[in-house]
């Protein structure tokens, strides 16, 4: 179950992402809710079927209930955060800065769960789905209110990581 189950899925040539999951997730020097938070995020942000199910068995046993829907709602608001500010950034038109958002993003001022907690697994899902602007915008925020940037560099490696098994699963899946 867990880490264990994603590694056995893993096929051989993704030794690397089998040996970085035990290494990141599973003895990561960020705490235990912020790393499995993180991992949950990430699962969630990847999308593949077996590290979501597996990942969010794991976390459930590991995290207190609200922390399990905090990450799982830092993943739904940042999947649209993610395309609405990178897509505002990539037009390349400054008048969209002005332009206010008017998305409902009323979780983030309130997760259930410590706020820099939340941000940290705002920016790992950011780091997926490629939003420099929300990384950016995460990062500073972790950084203002005492987040290291080893904790930073850490729910990177989490993200990269997690992020890797989904895609390797997914490709094996559709070889098939």
Same mark, same amino acid.
């Given at each position: 179950m867990g880490l264990d189950a994603i590694k056995a899925a893993l096929p051989e040539y993704a030794k690397d992402i089998k040996l970085n999951l035990g290494s990141t997730v599973g003895t990561? #020097?960020? #705490? *235990?809710e912020q790393a499995w938070g993180t991992a949950l995020a990430c699962a969630?942000?990847?999308?593949?079927? *077996?590290?979501?199910?597996?990942? @969010? =068995?794991? %976390?459930?046993?590991?995290?207190?209930?609200? $922390? *399990? !829907?905090?990450a799982k709602g830092a993943a739904a608001i940042m999947?649209?955060?993610?395309?609405?500010?990178?897509?505002?950034?990539?037009?390349?038109?400054?008048?969209? %800065?002005?332009?206010?958002?008017?998305?409902?993003?009323?979780?983030?001022?309130?997760p259930g769960v410590d706020k820099g907690d939340f941000e940290l697994w705002c920016l790992a899902v950011s780091a997926i #789905?490629?939003?420099?602007?929300c990384l950016e915008s995460h990062e500073k925020t972790?950084? @203002?209110?005492g987040f290291t940037r080893e904790q930073v560099? !850490?729910?990177?490696?989490? =993200? @990269?990581?997690?992020? %890797?098994? $989904? *895609?390797t699963?997914? %490709?094996? $899946?559709?070889? $098939?």
């Open positions: 990561s #020097t960020l #705490t *235990v969630v942000a990847g999308r593949n079927p *077996v590290v979501l199910r597996e990942i @969010a =068995a794991e %976390a459930a046993e590991r995290l207190k209930p609200e $922390a *399990v !829907e905090a999947a649209m955060n993610n395309i609405y500010y990178r897509a505002k950034h990539l037009i390349g038109d400054e008048d969209y %800065a002005s332009m206010p958002a008017r998305l409902r993003m009323q979780i983030i001022g309130k #789905t490629g939003c420099g602007v972790l950084r @203002a209110t560099h !850490e729910a990177l490696r989490i =993200a @990269a990581v997690v992020h %890797a098994a $989904a *895609v699963l997914d %490709a094996e $899946a559709a070889l $098939a």
